[in-house]
């Protein structure tokens, strides 16, 4: 972990190379998607996307690490803090289902945990996106709140199926002192930002789950990802 100066914010994205075949297209296609996930909740933090310094890569094990303004890093931590504590209610599920498996019980007989999983996740992330719609897109006209809530949708659902996979997503950020009188709004915002991402930080936690993944939440596929298939087959 680098030193980050006062208020600068950084998300690492760790993908695990089995999750990429260990292939450069593959690995390029998995990045563009995550960039349109860290996308949505750029727009929805700050309203736009104007997107993502590298700040470091790691070769060794495949992770990336990005500038984020406070704001949006905040937004992020929020929403992965909430996925990790959901996702945490199933570890013992997961476990119990490969314990079934290696027993030799048919895999149409584990598809009832599989939906059990699936729905469990799909109902938090509904509650989920509601709170982050209320908290920063309270404001806008009711037809970008439905776009909003869509886009949120699929990158809550991405990020799921990712932790369930292996990756982890840190949200790191260097603290402020607090605004004093004579301080602006902006620095305020700034301020209770940084202070959002240091309440959530230790919800980030690298989960290294046994098993096979359990989860399959819908997420549209675009013309890399099938690229990237295609070059693996």
């Not at 695990?16 to 349109?36: I, Y």
């Amino acid at each position: 972990a680098e030193d980050l100066d006062p208020g600068r914010c950084e998300v690492g994205l760790l993908i695990p190379r089995v999750a990429v075949n260990n292939r450069l297209d593959a690995f390029s296609a998995e990045l563009s998607l995550l960039h349109k996930t860290l996308g949505a909740f750029s727009e929805l933090a700050i309203g736009g996307r104007p997107g993502f310094q590298i700040r470091t890569i790691s070769s060794t094990d495949l992770a990336v690490f990005l500038d984020l303004v406070p704001e949006v890093g905040a937004c992020i931590a929020i929403a992965v803090e909430r996925l990790v504590a959901l996702y945490k209610q199933l570890l013992e599920i997961r476990a119990l289902r490969k314990q079934l498996a290696d027993q030799g019980l048919p895999e149409k007989n584990l598809q009832g945990i599989d939906s059990h999983a699936n729905g469990h996740m799909q109902s938090g992330i509904e509650t989920l996106i509601a709170e982050l719609i209320e908290r920063y897109a309270a404001t806008r006209d009711e037809g970008r709140r439905n776009e909003l809530r869509t886009e949120l949708r699929v990158a809550l659902n991405r990020l799921s199926n990712r932790i369930d996979k292996g990756y982890n997503v840190e949200v790191r950020v260097q603290p402020l002192p607090e605004p004093k009188g004579d301080s602006t709004a902006d620095d305020e915002a700034k301020w209770k930002a940084v202070a959002t991402i240091l309440q959530a930080a230790p919800g980030l936690q690298f989960l290294k789950p046994g098993g096979v993944p359990i989860l399959s939440l819908p997420e549209p596929e675009d013309a890399s990802q099938n690229q990237a298939k295609q070059g693996a087959a």
